[in-house]
């Protein structure tokens, strides 16, 4: 039985990114992410002003006259939402969690996809593949796919982007559009990006805390890893501190967009507390003012 709270968030989610979805991003996305290609519909009598490469030289002959095929744009889509579920996730300072940021923003680009006929998976992994959910139609299946998002219970608490990304290239055979929601904090996954990025439209979704990026001047402070459990004790106070973890932060951030822009992969950045349907939309703004250069 789903609990009572998980219930009620659930729904609040499905009211909110339902909406946003219809209102502020549906035709963005429908015409940013297209169909796989053109698939044949029916063959007809040459008519002046047809493309001479289109006509059915078999079927021509047989009837001793022109014949052209017809074909129509294959308009679904496979979206795959590839989403951190390690202990990180669980930090959040500006009312809400990485974790429901992320189940908010998948649960936005899943109903996009819906109201496009398009089918949402998902695969949410630690440092090991922790669920694979296939990809399926209809607002059903997208529920079904939050709640795993927002009532995760992993066996493991790290982080290993690289066995989430080779699981992507793995299980969906077709080029699929691939939303990877994690916030970063883990290294080696660059080599595994671009294999997935070979196959699939890749976009990587940088979930952020304000702490993230500086730390508050509270004097002595003890920190805990919330993957490995470990604590450390530093003086905020200290400017220098702060600081030097100002700088670590930053250029962690710097590479990992040198790696993204490396491959020609869109990418946005979302914070806790913070709207994110206008990174949402910054983002599909920028590749349709691309595709139609």
């Known amino acids: 039985m789903i609990p009572k709270e998980l219930l009620k968030t659930l729904r609040k989610i499905e009211i909110t990114t339902s909406r946003l979805a219809t209102d502020q991003l ?7 992410f297209r169909g796989q290609g053109l ?12 493309d001479v490469r289109s006509i059915d030289w078999n079927v ?3 009837m001793n006259e022109a014949y052209v095929k017809l074909f129509t744009e294959e308009r679904e889509l496979t979206v795959m939402l590839v989403v951190d579920v390690s202990g990180s996730q669980e930090f959040g300072t500006r009312t809400s969690s990485k974790a429901r940021l992320a189940a908010e923003v998948g649960a936005l680009c899943a109903f ?3 109201k496009n006929n398009d089918r949402v998976g998902l695969i949410l992994a630690s440092d090991q593949v922790e669920r694979i959910v296939p ?11 939050v709640r795993e998002i927002l009532g995760a219970s992993p066996e493991r608490r790290g982080t290993d982007l690289a066995v989430a990304l080779e699981t992507l290239y793995g299980v969906a055979k077709r080029r699929s559009v691939a939303f990877v929601l994690s916030d970063f904090f883990t290294d080696g996954w660059e080599r595994s990006l671009a294999l997935a990025s070979a196959r699939h439209d890749v976009i990587p979704v940088v979930l952020c805390d304000a702490r993230d990026a500086e730390l508050p001047a509270l004097g002595l402070t003890s920190f805990e890893d919330l993957e490995t459990g470990e604590t450390i004790t530093v003086d905020t106070s200290d400017p220098r501190v702060r600081r030097a973890y100002a700088d670590h932060y930053r250029e962690r951030r710097q590479r990992q967009a040198r790696a993204f822009r490396k491959l020609g992969l869109d990418f946005l950045s979302v914070e806790t507390g913070k709207p994110y349907v206008p990174a949402l939309k910054e983002l599909l703004t920028r590749r349709a003012r691309r595709q139609h250069r």
Request: proline share 6%; charged share 20%.
């Open 26 to 32: 549906v035709g963005s996305y429908s015409s940013v």
């Open 39 to 50: 698939s044949f519909t029916e063959v007809r009598q040459y008519q002046p002003g047809d």
């Open 60 to 62: 021509s002959a047989r």
């Open 112 to 114: 996009s996809a819906i």
């Open 135 to 145: 990809p399926k139609k209809g607002q059903k299946h997208v529920m079904r796919v």
